[in-house]
C-alpha cells in the first residue's frame, strides 16, 4: 500500500460526529466528484477510489439520515474500477443542494464561506479535497502533498485555508488543472495532523528523523573524509618539499628546529600534526610545527627558482 493510500485508509475512519462538519466534508468531495442529474433529477458522483466511495456514502447517510434504497452504486470499466454513487430521490437531493450551498453553474467549491466559517469544518473540507483528489508521495524518496482542482479560482481557496493553518501551500498549473501543493516535509506532517491522520503523521514524522539520521552521518563521512584528503595531499607536499632539499641541498642545509621536524615527516608519512609536535624535544604545538613546515615549503620553492 503506498503512503497516500495509507493516508486516506486512516481517513475513512475519521468522519466528524458533529453535521456541519460533515457537511463540510461532503461539499469537498462533491466538488471534484459529484454533478446533478437531469435524468432523474438526481445527483451522482464518480470515483476510482472505493475510499472515497466509502464516505461519500456515509457522509450522505450521517448528514441526511438517507436510507440505503436511495442510493445506487454501479460499478464501469474493464476492471469495474469505476464506481457511480447515485441519489436517485429528487427531494434528498434537494436537501443535499441547499445544505452544501452547490451552484451547478459555477461549480465552485466555496460558493458560501459559511460551510467553513469554523476551524473544524475547514479541517473536515481539506480532509474531504485529500480524499478525493489529493495524493502524498512516498515519504523515503521526497516530501510531496498536493489536491489536484479543475480550476485556479479552487485551488487558490484551498491555499487560503491551509494558510489559516500556517500551512506554506503554493499553487501552480499543470495541463488543464491547477495544483495546490506542499513541499517542506514538517508542514506535510502538520497537514495531516489537520486531516485528523495521526498514525501517518507519527510515521512521516519517523521517516524524517531517520533520513534526517542519515544525512548528519553522511555529512560527517564526507567532512571526514575531506579532511582525512586535505591532511593527506598537505603531508604529501610536505615530503615532496623535504625530499627536494635532501637530494639538492641535504637536510644539512636546514636549520636544526626545521631539520628535527623534516626528519620526523620523512619517517612518519602518515602522522598528524599533534603527534609530530610531540615527537620533539622540546615538544612544540600544532601550530609550531605547521609554521617549520611552512619554512621548509618556503624553502624548497626558493631552491626550485634558483
Request: glycine residues 4%; hydrophobic residues 40%.
Amino acid at each position: 500500500m503506498s503512503f497516500s493510500s495509507q493516508v486516506k485508509e486512516e481517513l475513512k475512519h475519521k468522519i466528524d460526529t458533529a453535521k456541519d462538519c460533515q457537511i463540510a466534508e461532503l461539499a469537498a468531495i462533491m466538488a471534484f466528484c459529484a454533478n446533478t442529474c437531469n435524468q432523474w433529477d438526481g445527483l451522482c458522483a464518480t470515483t476510482e477510489n472505493d475510499i472515497v466511495a466509502d464516505v461519500f456514502v456515509q457522509l450522505i447517510k450521517c448528514a441526511f439520515n438517507v436510507s440505503n434504497k436511495d442510493i445506487a452504486l454501479q460499478y464501469e470499466g474493464k476492471k469495474n474500477n469505476i464506481i457511480n454513487i447515485k441519489i436517485q430521490n429528487k427531494s434528498v437531493t434537494e436537501k443535499i443542494l441547499m445544505a452544501i450551498k452547490w451552484n451547478d453553474s459555477e461549480r465552485k467549491m466555496l460558493n458560501n464561506s459559511l460551510l467553513v466559517q469554523k476551524e473544524c469544518c475547514k479541517r473536515a473540507f481539506i480532509r474531504g479535497a485529500f480524499l478525493a483528489a489529493g495524493s502524498i508521495s512516498d515519504p523515503n524518496k521526497s516530501y510531496h502533498y498536493e489536491i489536484v482542482c479543475t480550476n485556479q479560482t479552487d485551488a487558490i481557496q484551498l491555499k487560503e485555508m491551509f494558510a489559516f493553518f500556517e500551512l506554506d501551500a503554493k499553487v501552480i498549473a499543470r495541463k488543464n488543472n491547477y495544483i495546490t501543493y506542499i513541499k517542506e516535509g514538517n508542514h506535510i506532517t502538520d497537514c495531516l495532523n489537520v486531516m485528523g491522520a495521526f498514525v501517518s503523521q507519527m510515521d512521516l514524522y519517523n521517516v524524517m528523523i531517520l533520513k534526517g539520521m542519515r544525512n548528519d552521518v553522511n555529512r560527517k563521512v564526507n567532512c571526514e573524509t575531506a579532511n582525512i584528503n586535505k591532511t593527506v595531499e598537505a603531508a604529501v607536499k610536505q615530503i615532496k618539499d623535504i625530499e627536494y632539499i635532501r637530494d639538492t641541498m641535504g637536510l644539512g642545509y636546514l636549520k636544526e628546529p626545521l631539520y628535527n621536524v623534516a626528519m620526523i615527516r620523512l619517517e612518519n608519512p602518515d602522522m598528524n600534526l599533534k603527534d609530530i609536535g610531540e615527537r620533539l624535544s622540546p615538544p612544540v604545538g600544532k601550530s609550531g610545527v605547521n609554521h617549520r613546515l611552512r619554512k621548509i615549503s618556503d624553502i624548497a620553492q626558493a631552491l626550485r627558482k634558483e
